[in-house]
């Protein structure tokens, strides 16, 4: 992966999770969108859940949907938030799945990509 003047260069397949990690967020509202693509190839769309009796980030509900889909792991994930990083229970849920080393995007809101790590 190359980094240029806008951000960390994304895959085609990594800018696709971009572009349904926007829109969840957009069609919701929410706080949060996130997308992940699971080793099948498969891809999760989430937003933030927050109701008074149940909160999950994007990226939780998103874990949450490949486990029950039987996705035994995850390739790559996006995270469009206005946090200043990726939260440690997102990135533990996402190693509890896949183990380290799950490549993790994170964007603003817009979709613009401002960091990539690893989980």
């Not at 009796?53 to 792991?73: H, K, W, Y």
Request: glycine share 10%; net charge negative.
């Amino acid at each position: 992966m190359t980094t240029t003047a806008d951000g960390p260069e994304l895959t085609a397949e990594d800018r696709k999770l971009v572009t349904l990690a926007r829109a969840t967020r957009a069609r919701t509202r929410a706080a949060e969108g996130a997308a992940v693509r699971d080793a099948d190839g498969r891809t999760y769309a989430a937003a933030t859940v927050d109701l008074p009796s149940l909160q999950v980030s994007a990226l939780g509900v998103c874990v949450a949907m490949a486990v029950a889909s039987g996705a035994t792991g995850l390739e790559a994930a996006v995270v469009l938030t206005e946090a200043d990083g990726v939260a440690d229970t997102d990135l533990a849920a996402l190693r509890d799945l896949a183990g380290a080393g799950v490549v993790v995007h994170r964007g603003d809101p817009r979709g613009a990509v401002v960091e990539t790590v690893a989980s």
